[in-house]
């Protein structure tokens, strides 16, 4: 086990550092019981004092960026190289999101916001800050001058970084 240390909660999310690895938490706000974590590219599911290993597109995965949705009936998670996909708790009902969805967070429960990152095998260079629904539609919501990474959606505001280090937020009507 991590001694947690430096933690920084937001809303339904803790994130803990200490010497070996950052450790993210994300809290079932609906069930405060529940729990998921992402272990060594694994997600596993905690409730109720049972953790139960998900792998909603198989094992031969690296899972990254799982989080609950606010009202805590679905999964959004990126799996290797297939892509970002949201499923429910059971990890069953996979819905496929975009390959190019990456650090995707959600905004509200139909609502992703993700970068769209490129890079040159050493770089990024270029991304931006986009929203995706469940029915299928895009948004850009920065501009293309901008390298703009790690999106942060809470309370109607996102935040993101950029690749110079400043961090910007933005409401989304």
């Known amino acids: 086990d991590i001694v947690r240390q430096n933690m920084v909660s937001q809303e339904r999310t803790v994130v803990a550092k200490d010497q070996r690895k950052l450790d993210k938490l994300t809290v079932n706000a609906a069930k405060t019981e529940s729990v998921l974590t992402n272990e060594e590219g694994k997600i596993y599911l905690t409730k109720n004092g049972k953790k139960i290993l998900i792998a909603p597109v198989g094992l031969d995965y690296i899972y990254f960026w799982a989080s609950v949705s606010p009202d805590g009936t679905k999964i959004c998670y990126y799996a290797g190289e297939r892509g970002c996909f949201v499923c429910d708790l059971k990890g069953e ?75 910007y937020v933005m409401s989304v009507k």
């Open 93 to 167: 009902n996979n819905q496929f999101i975009s390959k190019q969805c990456t650090a995707a967070q959600w905004y509200d429960n139909n609502t992703l916001v993700a970068m769209h990152d490129k890079d040159n095998g050493h770089y990024i260079t270029a991304a931006s800050i986009v929203a995706y629904t469940f029915d299928g539609k895009l948004q850009v919501l920065t501009s293309p001058d901008m390298i703009a990474m790690d999106p942060v959606a809470t309370n109607g505001m996102i935040a993101f970084s950029t690749i110079q280090g400043k961090t």
